[in-house]
């Protein structure tokens, strides 16, 4: 059986149907720890986490829930007036995370959602929404971001509004459920290059797909909006390369990307009816690990990679 079958990666990708209905499910039990619709929000991350924080941001602006923020943590203007701050943070212990909620204690409401409840970020947080159920041993996230952002997007929704053409969340699980299961293009997964794709909340998706192909099989990738795709980042798109779209394409992306040699690949190819742009995620996440096998590597054990990133102290 490969690596591909039996890695906990894999595992894990492939448990996120269960781990989004758990939480779509617990969304109305802490609407209290989560931000109230007219609230000024800021959310923060790092890595993967941020890029979710990048999608919710979207989302809840779009919806016309307030006005939304997205940030790494360690760039968090701190000047700048919120209603809250929600902090991701799988691990609960990411230095620049807890940094920044020690700091604004006191000063402003915050919330964290986290993966551990055996971690600092308990007592750095005013309010923790724990998922525990989504936690991982894998070093590279997968189930955990993508169930914090369903948790978040089922709060959104049982307020009443998400932005045009969104699909409710339970179709969104449906999908999940196929996207598990699709076939990966062997063009696609034998490609030498990839360029991930999104507009609005989607974009956020981009550059975790991006990430998640760099982290796990050492793949180059970059992440654009799309509309940006055709200022610059089109030139490095040619034969054996692939455009991967989260979302519907621009008008002429399609005949762009096939006059240059590109090969696009967009779930509405990949699925009947196509997919949900996040469980469109899981089929990138499952290409990673495909792509990280058939590289020799380990899916479980990337390069460089540990966790949580725990800094050590500053010299003065």
Known sequence: MSTLDTSRTSLEINSQPETWERAARSAGSRADALPRRGERVAVVGCGTSWFMAHAYAQLRESGGHGETDAFAASEFPGGRAYDRIVAITRSGTTTEVLDLLRKVKGTVATTAVTADPATPVMTAADQVVVLDYADEESVVQTRFATTALVLLRAHLEAEGALPSGVRPLAQAVQDARRAVGVALDPDVSGAEQFTFLGTGWTYGLALEAGLKMREAAGAWTEAYPALEYRHGPISITGP???????????????????????LLRSASAEAPGGLDPLADLIVAQRLAVQVAEARGYDPDRPRNLTRSVILGSTPA
């Open 240 to 262: 054996g390369r692939v455009v991967w779209l989260f979302g519907p394409a621009p008008q002429g992306l399609a005949e762009d990307i096939a006059r240059v040699g590109g």
